[in-house]
């Protein structure tokens, strides 16, 4: 089980830029893939990003793709989410996930075992 921590979330105009950070402890990070999900009040769960153990390979919800930039440093147990270009519909709470499935991309929430518990993300018009 990993514990997963995420910070920098925030208040940002519209066209800003914020990057989320997730630490890990624990077990496992080096073998996991990692993801992004977010969660607007009255709205399911989506899918944001996700990376590969070693971060050879990344994946994109098509609403983030060109926007966002998902990234790792194992050295450091941190994954990393760059948020450039942000929009009102960006708003939610982002969620950091673990997951040992090997299948790709890692895309459905419940392919995701450990959760951290989440950072505030608003973006006004």
């Known amino acids: 089980q990993a514990q997963l921590v995420e910070s920098g979330g925030g208040l940002v105009q519209s066209g800003g830029s914020l990057r989320l950070s997730c630490v890990a402890s624990?077990?496992?990070?080096?073998?996991?893939?990692m993801g992004w999900f977010r969660q607007a009040p009255g709205k399911e769960r989506e899918f944001v990003a996700t990376v590969t153990w070693n971060g050879g390979n990344v994946y994109y919800a098509d609403s983030v793709k060109g926007r966002f930039t998902i990234s790792r440093d194992n050295a450091k147990n941190t994954v990393y989410l760059q948020m450039n270009s942000l929009k009102p519909e960006d708003t939610a709470v982002y969620y950091c996930?673990?997951?040992?499935?090997?299948?790709?991309?890692?895309?459905?929430?419940?392919?995701?075992?450990?959760w951290g518990q989440g950072t505030q993300v608003t973006v006004s018009s």
């Open positions: 996930a673990a997951s040992r499935e090997t299948r790709w991309p890692l895309t459905d929430n419940r392919h995701y075992g450990d």
């Open positions: 624990g077990r496992s990070f080096r073998s996991s893939a």
